[in-house]
């Protein structure tokens, strides 16, 4: 039996909070004037952590490669199971967002079509077109099986191969579309490297830790291009046709590195300290719905209450996400546990029950 891979968690607790910081920092983004000091650290923060959402690809496929190399692959309960745990969480906290926007913040007005409209395309809030990208990869298992049952080297790398240009390529076609972000194309390297790293783990380690200098050093030299050229086009210096390979060769080289990171640290908590990230990344996806709509709550009520000043706005409305998405988010995923177990515990009394009355009849 396969030991329970922790470090993932440790990594994803991390992913976690990058991707709040993501959406904390937009509103600095956006109103600091272009060229500020504060308009640069912003912006560059943002550029240095958006590899959250494709190493959440990365690790999505790496778990499930890890878990199905060695039990037998069923698509429709699998993908009933996605739906379950995913999609519909999803669909729940749309409707509940939709709600919020409607009859709190009066931004829309309610229309069923546009609330369906908002379901399929991911639109409604900044974060969702995650769900609507994964969900792609979830249909696409069969595919991703058949691959995977090649377990030829040179076949491997030629897919990798593939993968990244095909995402590199989509992402230079399709630089102006508005929907590149929601297609699985868009993505396709990162998933494939998952499925290859759960597939062969302990090799995976072992590569990570022979590689860590070039791993570190490839990061510095595509964090600064990426930044760097990113916030010129955002300054309107210049046009960058490569930005999409700078894009995918830094949030590469940022999962990998950070990846390692993350492994060594758990290695290092030992049995001490892992539980506080594993209890926050085991609420990861709850948190990952529900903190936009936090932050947009704290920033309308600093509206409302006069509060102008962008860095005190960004401060507490950090806070108040931070806070009130682990400890909404770990209590509720705790009540929830404890509540199956209950139901396990209760199911398993009743089944030694039936059985011990079976023998005295």
Request: a positive charge.
């Given at each position: 039996m396969k030991r329970k891979i922790t470090e993932v968690s440790v990594f994803e607790?991390?992913?976690?909070?990058?991707?709040?910081?993501?959406?904390?920092?937009?509103?600095?983004?956006?109103?600091?004037p272009k060229w500020s000091v504060l308009s640069i650290v912003f912006y560059t923060v943002t550029r240095l952590t958006t590899f959250a959402v494709p190493a959440f690809i990365f690790?999505?496929?790496l778990k499930l490669f890890y878990k199905f190399s060695e039990r037998k692959f069923s698509y429709i309960?699998?993908?009933?199971?996605?739906?379950?745990?995913?999609?519909?969480?999803?669909?729940?906290?749309?409707?509940?967002?939709?709600v919020v926007y409607i009859y709190a913040f009066h931004i829309y007005e309610f229309n069923p079509v546009s609330l369906i409209k908002y379901i399929l395309n991911g639109d409604l809030s900044a974060q969702f077109y995650f769900i609507?990208?994964?969900?792609?990869f979830y249909l696409l298992m069969p595919v991703w099986i058949l691959l995977s049952k090649n377990k030829n080297k040179t076949f491997s790398l030629i897919v990798v191969i593939i993968s990244i240009v095909c995402s590199v390529a989509v992402r230079m076609i399709l630089s102006g579309a508005d929907y590149t972000h929601k297609i699985f194309p868009s993505y396709l390297v990162f998933w494939v490297l998952g499925m290859y790293a759960g597939m062969y783990y302990n090799e995976f380690i072992r590569f990570l830790s022979r590689s860590r200098l070039m791993v570190y050093a490839g990061?510095?030299?595509?964090?600064?291009?990426?930044c760097v050229t990113s916030y010129m086009e955002y300054g309107g210096v210049i046009n960058n046709s490569l930005s999409a390979a700078f894009v995918i060769f830094f949030c590469l080289f940022s999962t990998f590195g950070f990846y390692q990171y993350?492994?060594?640290l758990t290695e290092s908590l030992e049995s001490r300290g892992k539980g506080f990230f594993i209890s926050i990344s085991g609420a990861s996806y709850n948190i990952y719905l529900i903190h936009c709509l936090i932050i947009t709550?704290?920033?309308?009520?600093?509206?409302?209450?006069?509060?102008?000043?962008?860095?005190?706005?960004?401060?507490?409305t950090a806070i108040a996400t931070y806070a009130l998405s682990i400890i909404i988010c770990v209590l509720w995923a705790t009540l929830h546990n404890n509540i199956k177990?209950?139901?396990?515990?209760?199911?398993?009394?009743?089944?030694?029950?039936?059985?011990?009355?079976?023998?005295?009849?």
């Open positions: 607790f991390f992913l976690c909070m990058f991707v709040i910081l993501i959406h904390l920092l937009s509103e600095g983004v956006n109103v600091f690790t999505s496929a309960p699998f993908l009933l199971d996605r739906i379950r745990k995913i999609y519909l969480p999803y669909i729940i906290m749309v409707i509940i967002y939709y609507v990208l994964i969900m792609q990061w510095l030299v595509f964090a600064i291009l990426h993350a492994y060594g709550s704290a920033q309308e009520i600093l509206t409302n209450v006069g509060v102008e000043d962008v860095m005190i706005r960004f401060i507490i177990q209950s139901l396990a515990r209760s199911s398993a009394r009743r089944t030694r029950k039936k059985a011990a009355r079976k023998r005295y009849l």
